[in-house]
């Protein structure tokens, strides 16, 4: 089974509006973290969002923020107030484990979000 | 401060060849990881290193991929061998500590390999 879902391989919205990429998760652990990253045509990963499955608020980052529904497994990230250099591949990542094993990410195939004018 | 940087962006070899791949980590971050991606996914683990030893290499693909990083730092990925299936970018990453923290991402290598 996919540990990470995305089921939207592209998405469209119009500049200024708001916009869901959704992420589901598949884990039997308890100790998990959740990110999101940003790939621009020119390759870099960009670290966004990061959720821990013990936080209980919904992480923010200015206009990204994480909607979090731990019992649905999933971690959608919402983009207010969309703007065109938001354009780009998003990716959705899980690190599961503590301690020691706490470290690989696993990431999802990716959502390419266009933002149009 | 610096992010990640790798070298060289681009890299064009001959099925068969050796390639090197490099990978500087910001400074001060113990824990370093190689990530592949191929065309239309999401990266693949493939090491982490701490400090200067390979604490898991389960990702990688087979005996032809090798990895270092001898004095804590700076990591070279090498590739004996290469086959047309390895060309993907690969993506070094690095985190203050490994555990519970962000991993920050460089530029990658674009490898083709023909």
């Known amino acids: 089974a996919q540990k990470i879902t995305q089921t939207q391989p592209g998405m469209f919205v119009q500049e200024k509006e708001a916009v869901t990429l959704d992420c589901t998760y598949d884990t039997s652990d308890q100790s998990y973290g959740l990110f999101w990253y940003k790939q621009p045509s020119s390759g870099e990963m960009i670290f966004l969002i990061y959720?821990?499955?013990?936080?209980?608020q919904n992480a923010t980052e200015g206009r990204y923020s994480l909607n979090f529904q731990k019992a649905r497994k999933s971690a959608n990230l919402v983009i207010s107030a969309s703007q065109l250099g938001d354009s780009a591949m998003y990716f959705c990542a899980m690190r599961e484990g503590r301690g020691g094993s706490n470290y690989k990410l696993t990431f999802g195939k990716g959502t390419l979000l266009t933002v149009n004018p | 401060g610096a992010g990640v940087s790798q070298t060289p962006s681009n890299k064009v070899t001959e099925k068969g060849k050796y390639v090197e791949l490099r990978c500087d980590p910001i400074s001060g971050h113990t824990a370093l990881y190689w990530y592949r991606q191929s065309l239309g996914q999401g990266p693949e683990f493939l090491i982490y290193?701490?400090?200067?030893?390979?604490?898991?290499d389960s990702g990688l693909p087979n005996d032809r991929f090798f990895a270092v990083r001898p004095e804590g730092s700076v990591s070279t990925l090498k590739i004996q061998r290469t086959e047309r299936g390895d060309s993907a970018v690969y993506l070094c990453?690095?985190?203050?500590?490994?555990?519970?923290?962000?991993?920050?991402f460089g530029p990658g290598t674009r490898l083709l390999v023909l």
């Open positions: 290193f701490q400090g200067t030893g390979a604490a898991d």
């Open positions: 959720q821990g499955s013990y936080d209980e």
């Open positions: 990453a690095s985190s203050l500590t490994p555990t519970g923290e962000t991993q920050y």
